[in-house]
Structure formats: structure tokens, C-alpha cells
T-cell receptor, first 116, second 114 residues
């Protein structure tokens, strides 16, 4: 595909459940980023992958959040024991070269997560 | 910690007119980059324009230009000849030269009136 894709587009779950959010980056992009955008706020950084490894996970709010990128392409953000405060839009972005601020981050349309 | 402030939550402009969106930031770094992103209702963040801090010349992209005032830590976006398709949320963002994470402001909703 031409751009970053994310699935599902929307996800409704109940408090305490486990969810997985998927991101397909632009083909050939080595860097992948996850951000969380709460209502009325700008996106906040969660984690950054350089290839298969998480190079910076300092933005993950707690140990209920985990992300993987096993083959250096698709990434999955996993949230355990979801809480109502996890409700937000989760955005994924990718860029051509990792760790280079001059490289543009291309964003996907996000997954809107609603925890009831 | 670096912060990005967008003090105007909403603005409106008449079609074909010019509008300026303001942004200030706080950093002690000398090597950094600034961005304006547009987010339409589709939620996808789209890069509008970027500015490298080491460049004195203000960036321009067609109808979009910035006024980068490094000493004042100000980075405003000017949209000329506003079009209906410019209506969206606009986010100012910052990143350090050696970093990979973007720090965003809270955003500003731009309405374009026909």
C-alpha cells in the first residue's frame, strides 16, 4: 500500500479486556512510532522501533502497554487489562531512516479505542 | 522537558483570505526541528511544513509559509489564499536533532468560511 495503515479503525472493548492494535508501515521504512492522542490533545509519544527492536519505550504509560515488531515491518500495540482512561486514538507513524529528525514521519489514520 | 504551546484553540478565516496560526516552544537545545501538521476529520496527520533550527530562511511550501523567530522561540504558520480544504486541526510539533520522538502542541481548529 501507499501509506501507513492501521487496523481496526475503531475498537470498543470492556474494562479489563485485552486489545491488540495493528500497524502496517510504508514498505521499506525502518523506523516505526506509536503515539496516543487523547480527546482535545495533541499526540503523545509512546514507543519507537528501529527495525525489530524497541529503541525507546519511554512513553509507555505503564506495564499494561507493550508493543512488538517481530519482523521489522508490522507492529502490534498490546494493551492488557484495559481501563477507561486508555480510551484514545492510537496513531502509528513510519519513517525511512530511524533516528533522523530530518526524516518525515508519515502517519496512519489511527485506531480509535473506546473502553466502556 | 521540551514544551510546545498553541495558545489559540480555534480560529476562522474567510475563503481566499490569509490566516496566521501561532506556536511557541521551549527548549535549551540548539539542534532541533519544527513542524506543522494538519489533521482533518479522517484523523491522519499530514505534514504541512518543516523548519530546521539552523536555517535562518523561513520555510515555504506553496500557500504555506512560516515565520521562525528563533530568539523568541516562536514558529507561526501563515496560510495564504485559504481554501475550504484547509479546514482541519493544526498541530505544531518539535523534535531534537538526535531524537526520534515528536512533541506536539494541543492543536488549533481552523474553520474556513465560504
Amino acid at each position: 500500500g501507499a501509506g501507513v495503515s492501521q487496523t481496526p479503525s475503531n475498537k470498543v472493548t470492556e474494562k479489563g479486556k485485552y486489545v491488540e492494535l495493528r500497524c502496517d508501515p510504508i514498505s521499506g521504512h525502518t523506523a516505526l512510532y506509536w503515539y496516543r492522542q487523547s480527546l482535545g490533545q495533541g499526540p503523545e509519544f509512546l514507543i519507537y522501533f528501529q527495525g525489530t527492536g524497541a529503541a525507546d519505550d519511554s512513553g509507555l504509560p505503564n506495564d499494561r502497554f507493550f508493543a512488538v515488531r517481530p519482523e521489522g515491518s508490522v507492529s502490534t500495540l498490546k494493551i492488557q487489562r484495559t481501563e477507561r482512561g486508555d480510551s484514545a486514538v492510537y496513531l502509528c507513524a513510519s519513517s525511512l531512516i530511524s533516528g533522523a529528525a530530518r526524516e518525515t514521519q508519515y502517519f496512519g489514520p489511527g485506531t480509535r479505542l473506546l473502553v466502556l | 522537558a521540551q514544551t510546545v504551546t498553541q495558545s489559540q484553540p480555534e480560529m476562522s478565516v474567510q475563503e481566499a483570505e490569509t490566516v496566521t496560526l501561532s506556536c511557541t516552544y521551549d527548549t535549551s537545545e540548539s539542534d532541533y526541528y519544527l513542524f506543522w501538521y494538519k489533521q482533518p476529520p479522517s484523523r491522519q496527520m499530514i505534514l504541512v511544513i518543516r523548519q530546521e533550527a539552523y536555517k535562518q530562511q523561513n520555510a515555504t511550501e506553496n500557500r504555506f509559509s512560516v515565520n521562525f523567530q528563533k530568539a523568541a522561540k516562536s514558529f507561526s504558520l501563515k496560510i495564504s489564499d485559504s481554501q475550504l480544504g484547509d479546514a482541519a486541526m493544526y498541530f505544531c510539533a518539535y523534535t531534537e536533532g538526535g531524537s526520534e520522538k515528536l512533541v506536539f502542541g494541543k492543536g488549533m481548529k481552523l474553520t474556513v468560511n465560504p
